[in-house]
């Protein structure tokens, strides 16, 4: 498998190294949009009184992606110390509760309460709003082509990605 860079294309790669802008890259610009976007919502998110150590898991438990401790750390890619701190605050917060399995002992799987279910709503619709806003003045077809050109950057990245893991 070659590397994307390497393969042969029609038109000349978009970057120079030898007159390279770093505000210009692409991959700059998503950086501070991501930045820009995580501070928006963490903002948004305190007007539910909910920080971002505490929508996400409360959001992975809710759309399903987790049920476990164990879980919620490989989702969210943080190590298992930090979400046993994170748990144990979202519990004393009432927001979730621990609820060990009734067919296998050793695991312990974690459940909203109402008070989490409650909280949990608002997550998507901040999430959409926060959206809607950065595609203010975009068409739907440009967001589409939007979604869509980033969906064929991420493709790229895990297939350089693939590359090396295999090399």
Same mark, same amino acid.
């Given at each position: ?22 505000? +210009? ?14 501070? +928006? ?5 305190? %007007? ?22 164990? +879980? ?12 046993? %701190? ?18 296998? %002992? ?57 590359? +090396?893991?295999?090399?």
């Amino acid at each position: 498998m070659q590397i994307l860079s390497r393969q042969k294309t029609a038109s000349p790669p978009p970057y120079d190294g030898a007159h390279y802008e770093v505000a +210009e890259s692409i991959g700059h610009q998503l950086v501070s949009l991501v930045q820009m976007m995580r501070r +928006e919502v963490e903002l948004r998110m305190a %007007r539910h009184d909910l920080t971002d150590a505490q929508w996400k898991p409360l959001w992975l438990l809710k759309s399903g992606r987790a049920a476990t401790a164990i +879980e919620l750390a490989r989702e969210a890619c943080v190590d298992a110390g930090a979400v046993t %701190r994170m748990v144990d605050r979202l519990e004393d917060k009432g927001l979730i509760e621990r609820v060990r399995s009734e067919t296998d %002992r050793r695991v312990v799987h974690l459940r909203l309460t109402p008070a989490g279910e409650a909280a949990a709503a608002h997550i998507p619709h901040v999430l959409a709003s926060v959206n809607n806003d950065l595609l203010q003045g975009f068409s739907e077809r440009d967001w589409k082509q939007l979604r869509r050109l980033v969906e064929r950057m991420l493709a790229n990245a895990q297939t350089l990605q693939g590359a +090396e893991e295999h090399a």
